[in-house]
């Protein structure tokens, strides 16, 4: 059986498709990938045309975002972040001197990002570092983890790594999506792990251990991280109002966090106390303040809840969770919590997404 015509082309002339439109570069890229692609990954070696193919490959990956446009740029940063991998193609992507960078971490669903961190920092050093800062926080468990640990062992310089937090924490503040959670928690360990690799070792000095094992208060506490955090900065910065608007602003994300979940809860505790049960009413009336104290303290961070559990309506993707696989874009759903809204105007968003399920 004779080879189909495209495949003879891509055995017979591996630079026609170099200069091939877009559409038809990027298919034979996501070729390349394959385990059948790996003949022509080591012919371009071979022949000299790795270079231009990585230029060609990281000008694909930039450019303009329109979604068939950005669909092409996530497959070809999954090409660039599996070649990066390879040692002999790293001199190749950094000798092709194209400034080029990915669409949105969240345009990546379902993709691994680590490659792709370990190719942007690998080429781009810190200029790329707020994109891989912003991926490590809107990621979860071990994805987010492993993306961490690559940020660090670059070892960056520090205040290249708190210019990146605050790029990375304006740009999620910016977004109408759910703020993802446990940011105050992740920010920590990579500071911790920043200055663990910087630290330098003292044999046989106990005042760190000393030091450590004393139960500092809150206030204590955040004084002295911010006392540490500048104290690794360049003595000509200024760090003192952006650092403790950082730490700040941290802060009350995870707060607000914590609160709309207690928030969301508040209309199923309020139906519980109005049915006839068994609660004591010394139990009715403790649950009844708890309830006013949760929508006292949202009222006051502007949180708000909108939908009743139980009642139904069509899936709305910015309103609504979408944990459930069964749910599609034009289904008719029920709340099981309702939505969480935050702020008022031009700046009201959606803090915390409805749990629903098929209606």
Known sequence: MSKPAASTRRDSDPLA????????????????????????????????????????????????????????????????????????????????GIDSAPPSPRSFAGVPLTPIVQALLGLYGKDALAWCVYAYLTRTGSAATDIGDVIVAHALAFDAMLEAIE???????????????GIAGKIARLLTQRLTTTAAPHAGNSAVARISSIAFSREHTTALIAAMLAAQLPADSSPGDNLHHALAE?????????????????????????????LSPQLRSQIGAIIQAVRTSAAKRELEIEGSPGSETTFDPVKHAQDDPRITPTSRVRLITPTVFQGRGANRRVLRAADVEPA
Do not use: C, M, N
């Not at 999620?172 to 959670?181: I, K, T």
């Not at 966090?257 to 508040?266: G, I, K, N, V």
């Open 167 to 181: 790029a990375a924490l304006t740009e999620l503040e910016a977004e109408p999506d759910v703020q993802p959670s």
């Open 17 to 96: 498709w170099l200069a091939a439109d877009d559409a038809a570069f990027a298919e034979h890229a996501r070729w390349l990938a394959s385990a059948k692609g790996r003949v022509t990954r080591d012919r371009l070696l071979r022949t000299g045309l790795a270079s231009e193919f990585a230029a060609r490959l990281l000008s694909a990956a930039s450019g303009e975002t329109a979604r068939q446009v950005e669909t092409r740029q996530v497959e070809s940063w999954k090409l660039v972040g599996y070649l990066f991998a390879q040692e002999s193609w790293q001199a190749h992507l950094r000798a092709a």
């Open 250 to 278: 941290t802060a009350w994300i995870e707060a607000d966090d914590a609160l709309a979940r207690a928030l969301q809860q508040t209309p199923a505790l309020r139906e519980a106390i109005r049915e006839p049960t068994e």
